[in-house]
């Protein structure tokens, strides 16, 4: 038994989470904290989505309604799908990617991972028995789906895509996905997180749903954590043909989202949706004005089509991250994904970036 356990954690890196707000004010002996490390959103919570959480806090003894019809069936709605058949849920994406690897994945299957890209995606896999291929980003730091064709066989089962893409905000074109889809093996499955495209450019990206309504091997996951600012009620669900929500059903776990989460997820869709909106126009403004203005200090920005910036500075990027966090500004340094002088900014309020632009500024 203990030796099955450390068999399978050996496989795994341990996800370790940055230090929490609470942590580094300790540490650092400070009273404030501007927390831009996970990609949250920090306008939210969202007015409407907050009540619906407070007039459901004294239900939380009795479990959540079971198939969460509603939350489905606005989701249908929003992408114009027949019906709630083609939506499931999870508590997080997280949790939807991992459900989505236990439903397709067995002992001797290979999956295609972006190198630079979220890593749940190789754990998840390695867990399952499957073989992980790493293929690197092109030089503009976007994933190459021509590397990715080089990289599929017969065996390949997944392909998972992150779009836009974390660390880097970069995303496929239309074309490339296009070009792709008709390239894969016949039990070949292509997973698109989509856990940022709220933010994308208009036009930007692929429309994924299209390609699942015509029967392709395409399926979509998305999350209430990033741009409807529910990170911490876990919601993610995804979009896929109903035979394949049938077998995610049947694998995943029972009752895996939470009562709150879900008044929350259906207040944000029909009464938020325009605050919802105002405030992504704020943080897309001020995307790109912080890429400027890091330009303007000797920074080299890639275009983001997400809630974070991502760029190349001209000193060690983990160094900059501890002076910034002694100054109590939290940033996410990109050493683990081989880019040591790069860093990831999530965009926040508009005076919480202020305060990054300054206090880089002042350590450089
Ligand atoms: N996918 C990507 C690309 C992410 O960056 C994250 C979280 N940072 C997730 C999925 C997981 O999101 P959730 O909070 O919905 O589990």
């Known amino acids: 038994?203990?030796?099955?356990?450390?068999?399978?954690?050996?496989?795994c890196e341990?996800?370790?989470?940055?230090?929490?707000?609470?942590?580094?004010?300790?540490?650092?002996?400070?009273?404030?904290?501007v927390k831009l490390g996970s990609n949250e959103n920090m306008y939210a919570p969202?007015?409407?989505?907050?009540?619906?959480?407070?007039?459901?806090?004294?239900?939380?003894?009795?479990?959540p309604e079971r198939d969460y019809i509603r939350l489905k069936e606005l989701l249908a709605t929003?992408?114009?799908?027949?019906?709630?058949?083609w939506i499931s849920l999870g508590h997080g994406a997280g949790n939807v990617l991992d459900s989505v690897a236990k439903t397709l994945l067995e002992e001797g299957d290979e999956v295609i991972v972006p190198e630079?890209?979220?890593r749940l995606y190789p754990e998840i896999s390695k867990i399952m028995g499957a073989k992980v291929v790493e293929v690197p980003l092109d030089a503009t730091y976007t994933i190459s789906l021509k590397a990715f064709a080089k990289a599929m066989n017969d065996k390949t089962k997944i392909v998972w895509l992150c779009n836009p893409n974390n660390p880097t905000g970069t995303v496929v074109s239309k074309e490339d996905f296009d070009w792709f889809v008709d390239q894969m093996p016949q039990n070949c499955w292509l997973v698109v997180d989509e856990a940022y495209a709220e933010f994308a450019d208009e036009g930007a990206l692929p429309d994924v749903v299209s390609y699942i309504k015509a029967g392709k091997q395409v399926i979509d996951i998305r999350t209430f954590s990033k741009y409807y600012g529910l990170a911490g009620q876990r919601i993610g669900y995804l979009i896929a043909d109903p035979d394949f929500i049938n077998w995610y059903d049947t694998v995943s776990e029972p009752f895996n989202s939470?009562?709150?989460?879900?008044?929350?997820a259906c207040a944000l869709l029909e009464q938020d949706a325009e605050e919802c909106e105002r405030c992504k126009a704020l943080m897309v403004n001020d995307r790109e004005r912080m890429n400027k203005e890091l330009e303007a200090i000797g920074c080299v920005p890639v275009h983001s089509d997400a809630n974070f910036v991502f760029f190349e500075m001209p000193y060690d990027a983990v160094e900059v991250s501890e002076s910034l966090l002694r100054r109590g500004v939290i940033v996410r340094p990109c050493a683990g994904?081989?880019?040591?002088?790069h860093m990831r900014v999530s965009i926040g309020t508009t005076e919480q970036n202020n305060e990054f632009l300054k206090q880089i500024r002042?350590?450089?």
């Open 78 to 85: 929003k992408f114009g799908v027949a019906g709630p058949e």
């Open 362 to 364: 002042a350590v450089f």
């Open 14 to 33: 341990k996800y370790v989470s940055g230090k929490s707000m609470d942590q580094v004010m300790a540490d650092y002996g400070l009273t404030s904290v």
């Open 258 to 264: 939470n009562r709150l989460g879900l008044a929350a």
């Open 337 to 341: 994904w081989g880019y040591r002088r």
């Open 46 to 63: 969202y007015p409407n989505a907050l009540k619906a959480m407070r007039d459901q806090i004294d239900m939380v003894n009795i479990y």
């Open 116 to 118: 630079q890209s979220y």
């Open 1 to 11: 038994m203990v030796n099955g356990i450390r068999k399978k954690a050996f496989l």
